[in-house]
Structures are given as structure tokens and as C-alpha cells.
């Protein structure tokens, strides 16, 4: 995994990035003017810093989430987590789940694993390594600071995505159908200062 590159290979890289452009809510195929979810996390803050035991240098479990204002009309959700400052073309996909209902109003810690039937969290797609569940972060040691971007869609109808979509399928399905989005930023980086100090349940910030 990404832990592994060297140093000088990290700094090497530093300004080679995905790009926040290129994340799923800034395509413009899901549509404009939409609504908005408050999407947030009793973990980490608003573009704070993830506790290491949701990333790879860690016990490596996906956060827990929490929103509200979903709208009237979305008849599922669906979630996809990327790192837009991942040196490669595409920013790398860390988790997709879809088929939430819309009424859960959160994802319990660890609830983002390998599975194969519908259940109360919905379905698990795959991530950039090609399997089903949570990537842990694990930014290249020196690349600096990564945004880890948590993107929640209401949707419209319930799309058929298939049974194990990736990126392209997720976009393919969520497209059109898109009612409203939350966004939650979190930060993680190797070999860099950092305030990694951490917050109470009750500090969480709401929609990034």
C-alpha cells in the first residue's frame, strides 16, 4: 500500500495530485442547484485531522457518520470516500455503500466492510484496490496533507448499479437521480507536523 513508498518518493510527488475537481460531487452529470444534507462525524471535526484508528496506520475501521436534512422524495443514499490528493489520474475511492434507506440518519463505526446481501447499511462497493469495504487512508510518507471526502447523495429512485460497482458504475447509476449532497472533510499525512490532538463526541462540526 501507499505506507510503503519511501520518503523521497513522496516528496518527489508532492504536486502531483487528483485534484478536488475531480471528485464525484463536483461532476457535473449529478445536476445543480441541489439540496443539502448536514453530514458530520462524532469522531473528527470538520476538516480536522482522523484519528489514527481509522487509517492504515491503525486498526484501519471506517468512521462513524451522522445527518439530517435528508428530503422528502429521496427514496434511498448513497455514499462514496475519496482522496482527491492521491498522486494518481482519478482521486482514490476509499469506500461506496448504497441502498441506505433514507431514514438511517448515520453509519455506525466499522459499519463499512466486505458483505454480499442487502442489510441495514446497504451495499458495499468496491474501493481503488479492488475490493469490497473500507480502504483505510495511507497517504506516501512526505506527499503532505490528503482530504479524505466523505460524499452523501439522496437519491430519487433507487438506480441499478449492479453488484459490486466501482467509480464509474457508482457516477453512472447516481447521475440524474441526485435530489441532495452533504460533504465532510477529514485530513491525514505522514511525515508531516500535524495536530493530531483529539476531539470529544460532542465537538463534531457539521456540514464541510
Known amino acids: 500500500m501507499l505506507e ?53 496506520d491503525g486498526e484501519g475501521v471506517s468512521p462513524p457518520l451522522v ?20 498522486p494518481t489520474p482519478n482521486p482514490l475511492v476509499h469506500a461506496i455503500v448504497w441502498g441506505m434507506e433514507p431514514d438511517t440518519g448515520r453509519l455506525a463505526e466499522g459499519a463499512i466492510v466486505a458483505d454480499g446481501a442487502d442489510g441495514p447499511n446497504g451495499d458495499v462497493g468496491r474501493n481503488s484496490y479492488l475490493r469490497e469495504g473500507w480502504l483505510p487512508p495511507d497517504p506516501p510518507t512526505g506527499h503532505g496533507e490528503h482530504d479524505y471526502v466523505f460524499q452523501l447523495f439522496a437519491l430519487s429512485a433507487n438506480p441499478a448499479i449492479g453488484a459490486n460497482p466501482g467509480r464509474g458504475a457508482f457516477v453512472d447509476a447516481i447521475a ?19 495536530d493530531s490532538q483529539p476531539i470529544g463526541a460532542g465537538q463534531a462540526a457539521g456540514f464541510a
Open 67 to 86: 445527518w439530517s436534512g435528508v428530503p422528502q422524495g429521496t427514496t434511498s443514499l448513497a455514499l462514496i470516500v475519496e482522496d482527491p490528493d492521491a
Open 176 to 194: 440524474g437521480n441526485v435530489l441532495a449532497i452533504g460533504v465532510l472533510s477529514g485530513t491525514y499525512s505522514r511525515g508531516d507536523p500535524a
Open 4 to 56: 510503503h513508498i519511501p520518503a523521497w518518493l513522496g516528496n518527489l510527488l508532492a504536486d502531483r495530485r487528483a485534484g478536488h475537481d475531480n471528485l464525484v460531487a463536483a461532476d457535473a452529470r449529478l445536476g445543480s442547484d441541489l439540496g443539502m444534507i448536514d453530514l458530520s462525524s462524532p469522531a473528527f471535526a470538520t476538516g480536522g485531522r482522523l484519528p489514527i484508528r481509522f487509517t492504515a
